[in-house]
């Protein structure tokens, strides 16, 4: 199986921050990554996808990059309702697998 | 508007069964292979089970596998996950969630791109 690792686990951050996660896969995953938001007591949403595709009505501030094992997620500008947990999922395997999640919290 | 309910969730003792179900709505639902994914409480997601478009193909986790089996029903548009032999480490949040497909990439990516809300299953004696 294909491993996701998260870092990190959680953060603390202001309103207006920068904010990078970062998921590394066990294997080469090409662009086969996908990354959801969970707030508390919701089903995840569908941020990015194939690495660094923006879901349609996501907003602008958030990215992603890599490929192969190495993936990043940034938020340029931190805004209120972007506190929440983030999840990297690859996709290369009809086995998906999940990183651990990173939690972000206000600072 | 695409909609996925589940249900079929609720307390169980160690060993006991349960079936759990997901009625679609909003969109072909033959069209689309399913996964079960689930949360167990304060914890992270992890893939259960997967079912292609027709049926045909199923693949499990293998902390479930020979314990649950994923079927589906497309006249019914619903997708239902028996789960026997429940251990208290199958407690968690259970959704289902339709696998879309985006052509950004070859093969296609595929992707959780609509979600219930889940259904509670709880081991506990």
């Known amino acids: 199986d294909i491993q996701m690792t998260q870092s990190p686990s959680s953060l603390s951050a202001s309103v207006g921050d920068r904010v990078t996660i970062t998921c590394r896969a066990s294997?080469?995953?090409?662009?086969?990554l996908n990354w959801y938001q969970q707030k508390p007591g919701k089903a995840p949403k569908l941020l990015i996808y194939?690495?660094?595709t923006l879901q349609s009505g996501v907003p602008s501030r958030f990215s992603g990059s890599g490929s192969g094992t190495d993936f990043t997620l940034t938020i340029s500008s931190l805004q209120p309702e972007d506190f929440a947990t983030y999840y990297c999922q690859q996709s290369y395997s009809t086995l998906w697998t999940f990183g651990q999640g990173t939690k972000v919290e206000i600072k | 508007e695409v909609q996925l309910v589940e249900s079929g969730g609720g307390l169980v003792q160690p060993g006991g069964s349960l079936r759990l179900s997901c009625a679609a709505s909003?969109?072909?639902?033959?069209?689309?292979?399913m996964n079960w994914i689930r949360q167990a409480p304060g914890k992270g997601l992890e893939w259960v089970s997967y079912i292609s478009s027709s049926g045909s193909n199923m693949f499990y986790a293998d902390s479930v596998k020979g314990r649950f089996t994923v079927s589906r029903d497309n006249a019914k548009n619903s997708l239902y996950l028996q789960m026997n032999s429940l251990r208290a480490e199958d407690t968690g949040l259970y959704y289902c969630?339709?696998?879309?497909?985006?052509?950004?990439?070859?093969?296609?990516?595929?992707?959780?791109?609509?979600w219930g809300q889940g259904t509670l299953v709880t081991v506990s004696s």
């Open positions: 294997q080469s995953i090409s662009r086969y």
């Open positions: 194939a690495a660094s």
């Open positions: 969630a339709r696998i879309g497909k985006e052509i950004v990439v070859q093969p296609a990516v595929t992707i959780g791109d609509y």
């Open positions: 909003g969109f072909t639902f033959s069209s689309y292979s």
